[in-house]
């Protein structure tokens, strides 16, 4: 029965966090208005592939961090100075003098790949999956 319980709730949340308007959400709506709904169809199967892999890793993350603690507390120093590098780099270019970057629309003439693509860029879905299955 615990079983149960323990995928009912991953399901659950998993879903709740899918659901939310993201770069993600917007783009398959996007697809499905200006070309047609086979199209954003292949796109949202192509995220839900990445979804299903990055699913399974976090599992296995979760696995790993209960049985190490330590690791935990080592992530989270090493996170402390990326963040801390990340925040002096981009305080150090808002101060830069910006140039207009001109930009050409790139049309993908695969959704699936597309799909792929930006659901392989969209890493915040690990931790996500990670925080529900903790106990």
Same mark, same amino acid.
């Given at each position: 029965?615990?079983?149960?319980?323990?995928?009912?709730?991953?399901?659950?949340?998993?879903?709740?966090?899918?659901?939310?308007?993201?770069?993600?959400n917007m783009t398959a709506?996007?697809?499905?208005?200006?070309?047609?709904?086979?199209?954003?169809?292949?796109?949202?199967?192509?995220?839900?592939?990445?979804?299903?892999?990055?699913?399974?890793?976090?599992?296995?993350?979760?696995?790993?961090?209960?049985?190490?603690?330590?690791?935990?507390?080592?992530?989270?120093?090493?996170?402390?100075?990326?963040?801390?590098?990340? @925040?002096?780099?981009?305080?150090?270019?808002?101060?830069?003098?910006?140039?207009?970057?001109?930009?050409?629309?790139?049309?993908?003439?695969?959704?699936?790949?597309?799909?792929?693509?930006?659901?392989?860029?969209?890493?915040? @879905?690990?931790?996500?999956?990670?925080?529900?299955?903790?106990?």
């Open positions: 029965m615990i079983i149960v319980l323990h995928f009912f709730f991953g399901f659950f949340f998993s879903f709740v966090g899918s659901i939310t308007p993201s770069m993600l709506l996007k697809i499905s208005l200006e070309k047609n709904e086979k199209e954003a169809k292949l796109y949202a199967l192509g995220v839900a592939t990445i979804v299903l892999i990055q699913t399974y890793l976090a599992i296995l993350l979760t696995k790993y961090i209960t049985e190490n603690p330590n690791f935990l507390a080592s992530l989270e120093k090493v996170g402390i100075v990326i963040f801390i590098f990340l @925040s002096y780099y981009f305080y150090k270019e808002s101060k830069n003098d910006k140039k207009p970057i001109e930009t050409k629309k790139v049309s993908s003439k695969n959704p699936f790949i597309k799909g792929l693509t930006l659901s392989s860029l969209n890493m915040f @879905s690990i931790p996500f999956f990670v925080e529900q299955q903790q106990p």
